[in-house]
C-alpha cells in the first residue's frame, strides 16, 4: 500500500454538474499528477502541479482544472460534467526529479 | 494516437507457467520504463521499472527485458501463482517535461491454478 489517500471513494453525479476529487501525497512526496482511467483502458494524464502550480497539461479540455496547497495535497475540479467523464480518477505522488509515481486507490466517478 | 503499445490484450497461463507481455514505443525521448500491477477497484502499483542503459532487470519473480534498438520491452513472470491474476500495464515517460507516465491499454492475465 502506498501513503497516498484518496476522497470520496466513489460518486455519482448528473451530466452538467461540477465535481471536486481530492488526493493526499505520500510523505515527503512534493509533485501530484492526475490521471483518468476509463473502464478497459490504461490512464491517461491530465495535468501534474509543483510548488502548488500545473507543471504541464495532458490533452483534456480546460474544465478539467485543479489545485495543489502547501502541505502538497491537491484537488482535481471537473465542471459541465459529460457522461464520457465516467471514469476512475487516479492521483500519483512523487518527489521532484524523481520518475516514480505511487498511485492512489482513485476514485470512481459516475457520470448520469 | 498511442504512444506506448502493448499486447496481448489477455493472457492465460497455468500455474507455473511464464506469462511474458510486450510494449512497444516510438518516442526515443522516453528514458523511463515501468510496470504497474492493478488488481480490481485498486490503483495501479509499481512492479519494476528499468532505464535504457540496462537491458535486463530481475525484481523476484518479475524481469524486464529491454531492446533499446527495437523500442521494445517486456515482463516475465516466472513461476507464476494464481495471486498473479491481474491486469498489468506498462508505462514510458521522459524526463524532459513533466515526467508523465504514458500508459499501455493494458493485460489481463489469469493464472489457473
Known amino acids: 500500500e502506498t501513503g497516498v489517500t484518496q476522497s470520496p471513494t466513489h460518486l455519482i453525479k448528473t451530466r452538467g454538474q461540477q465535481v471536486t476529487l481530492r488526493c493526499s501525497s505520500q510523505?515527503?512526496?512534493?509533485?501530484v499528477s492526475w490521471y483518468q482511467q476509463a473502464l478497459g483502458q490504461g490512464p491517461q494524464f491530465i495535468f501534474q502541479?509543483?510548488?502548488?502550480?500545473?507543471?504541464g497539461r495532458g490533452n483534456f479540455p480546460p474544465r478539467f482544472s485543479g489545485l495543489q496547497f502547501p502541505n502538497y495535497s491537491s484537488e482535481l475540479n471537473v465542471n459541465a460534467l459529460e457522461l464520457d467523464d465516467s471514469a476512475l480518477y487516479l492521483c500519483?505522488?512523487?518527489?521532484?526529479?524523481?520518475?516514480?509515481?505511487?498511485f492512489g486507490p482513485g476514485t470512481r466517478l459516475l457520470v448520469l | 494516437q498511442q504512444q506506448v503499445k502493448q499486447s496481448p490484450q489477455s493472457l492465460i497461463v497455468q500455474k507455473g507457467g511464464i506469462p511474458i507481455i510486450n510494449c512497444a514505443y516510438e518516442?526515443?525521448?522516453?528514458?523511463?520504463f515501468p510496470w504497474y500491477q492493478q488488481f480490481p477497484g485498486k490503483g495501479p502499483a509499481l512492479l519494476i521499472a528499468?532505464?535504457?542503459?540496462?537491458s535486463e532487470k530481475k525484481e523476484g519473480r518479475f524481469t524486464i527485458s529491454f531492446n533499446k534498438s527495437a523500442k521494445q520491452f517486456s515482463l516475465h513472470i516466472m513461476d507464476s501463482q494464481p495471486g498473479d491474476s491481474a491486469t498489468y500495464f506498462c508505462?514510458?515517460?521522459?524526463?524532459?517535461?513533466?515526467?508523465?507516465?504514458?500508459f499501455g491499454t493494458g493485460t489481463r492475465l489469469t493464472v489457473i491454478p
Open positions: 500519483a505522488t512523487s518527489s521532484r526529479g524523481l520518475e516514480t509515481q505511487y
Open positions: 510523505s515527503g512526496h512534493n509533485t
Open positions: 502541479y509543483y510548488r502548488e502550480e500545473e507543471n
Open positions: 518516442n526515443t525521448a522516453f528514458d523511463y
Open positions: 528499468i532505464r535504457p542503459d540496462v
Open positions: 508505462a514510458a515517460s521522459s524526463q524532459t517535461g513533466a515526467n508523465n507516465l504514458f
